[in-house]
């Protein structure tokens, strides 16, 4: 129904910069909020940002606030995801996911309430 495409990742250096993109295509018209999550390797999947798309709010773990940036473009069915002062601890493969309803019991930051998820792209920061 929904289909989402990540791009952007790739091999920083501690303390650098990224800029991830999800295109969304099929029915997106109804789409009520989309979400950063990223999972590393032996760790559970965790919400990153998430931003609501027919009003201007977004929200952010504790862990990323203050240096990732969620943004959106309606009219390209596209949410970025921009990553200032990149940490080691950051290194994931990272997700895009819609939720169409904004109804789930579960709430904003978990991966339950997502339907839609991208293939992921990876981010690896050195140190």
């Known amino acids: 129904q929904v289909q989402l495409v990540e791009r952007g990742g790739g091999l920083v250096q501690a303390g650098g910069s990224l800029r991830l993109s999800c295109a969304a295509s099929?029915?997106?018209?109804?789409?009520?909020?989309m979400g950063w999550f990223r999972q590393a390797p032996g760790k559970e999947r965790e919400f990153v940002a998430g931003i609501r798309w027919s009003v201007d709010y977004t929200y952010y773990a504790d862990s990323v606030k203050g240096r990732f940036t969620i943004s959106r473009d309606n009219a390209k069915n596209t949410v970025y995801l921009e990553m200032n002062s990149l940490k080691p601890e950051d290194t994931a493969v990272y997700y895009c996911?819609?939720?169409?309803?904004?109804?789930?019991?579960?709430?904003?930051?978990?991966?339950?309430?997502?339907?839609?998820w991208g293939q992921g792209t990876q981010v690896t920061v050195s140190s």
């Open positions: 996911a819609a939720d169409l309803s904004g109804t789930s019991v579960f709430g904003s930051r978990s991966s339950k309430s997502y339907a839609y």
């Open positions: 099929g029915r997106t018209s109804s789409t009520y909020r």
